[in-house]
């Protein structure tokens, strides 16, 4: 199939798709797009690939998919190996419960259109940011204490579901930087950082960070 | 399985799970919690059954789940029928698209914590909120044109995503009473307003709705 991925370097879901690529070793094509520009505006992104005008998009065999959740179950189910979510059915609901902390109660209420719509003053839209990324964080944290306990401390870590990286980290780690960015104290979540230390030693996270996609210009 | 869903009458999120469990004919019992009068953020709810203290919370076996999403998908891996997401890989991934279309794009922006942040004034509360609906259902709306493209136009309705009620119902339907609460222009939206009629015709949505769960007292 061919892959095309409309991305923006900085977007944490964007991210968390080309991380997704990388892990299945599928090859595929990049639309950058820079979203503080607007490109994401254009009449011919809006019209025919993604209907909320968002990052990212992938493109299959020309059928545009936004929502970085649709796209990385249909990964899996299309390319099942390297596995993104556990085997076992419980601890896939852990993992889709995971995710959907960060996809539905965190992400969304400190994206760049919500901030736009909150203040154009720096410290007010930061202030909003840092308390609901705080508040994500916080539940993510909890979780995971509770998920430990049904497994048994000695299963953990390192990673958020234990020793096998999976989806939850592809949301939990792309969120990290604007936590930091907006001053939430990083210190009162030991396990999520444990879990992004562990993420950021794989090659195929490493080689999708933002970092790594900034223009040069 | 034993099966105790913490819900609120008029959680949008709760209802959804009201309504898959109807669907699967799975018998549970009812905890009901105010949300409003905060019994959703007592020591014991907080502490053993939801991480970032939302409803709805699916007791399984005395293990508690919560997102609603995650709910929903366990539901289906482990009570397959009737089906609650499409066989065809594609059109599963169009239902996940949709789903999160209100899960994360819709409903996180308007909910009972964000408007408390927003503001205490009603006029403001209600701005906000029709403006992230109008939004959400805008991007709904254009993602069933482009579905009913894909299938060809004479397959579009009546449901989201056909002639099967599907998950991305589940999740439409529910967010409806708020919109038309604050004041959204539902003309606009035809395939929602069908998707919407077809649903509440059927037993399951009608009987898990927030009216027949409302507090007598």
Request: net charge neutral; charged share 20%.
């Amino acid at each position: 199939m061919a892959l095309v991925l409309h991305h923006y370097w900085r977007s944490s879901a964007s991210w968390r798709v080309r991380w997704a690529l990388a892990l299945k070793e599928l090859p595929w094509q990049s639309r950058a797009l820079d979203i503080v520009k607007g490109e994401h505006r254009s009449p011919e992104f809006m019209g025919v690939r993604s209907p909320i005008s968002h990052v990212p998009c992938l493109e299959i065999d020309g059928r545009p998919l936004t929502e970085s959740v649709a796209i990385l179950e249909w990964l899996e189910e299309t390319y099942p190996t390297p596995a993104l979510y556990p085997r076992d059915p419980w601890m896939r609901a852990r993992c889709r419960q995971l995710v959907e902390l960060v996809n539905a109660g965190t992400q969304p209420l400190q994206n760049l259109i919500v901030l736009d719509a909150i203040s154009h003053e720096p410290a007010a839209r930061g202030a909003w940011a840092a308390r609901w990324l705080d508040r994500g964080l916080t539940a993510y944290e909890h979780a995971l204490a509770t998920i430990a306990g049904e497994r048994g401390a000695a299963s953990s870590g390192p990673h958020s579901l234990g020793a096998q990286l999976t989806a939850a980290d592809i949301f939990l780690v792309p969120q990290l930087p604007n936590a930091r960015r907006f001053g939430v104290d990083m210190a009162k979540f030991p396990r999520i950082c444990e879990a992004e230390a562990a993420a950021l030693a794989t090659e195929a996270c490493g080689s999708t960070a933002p970092e790594k996609w900034q223009p040069t210009e």
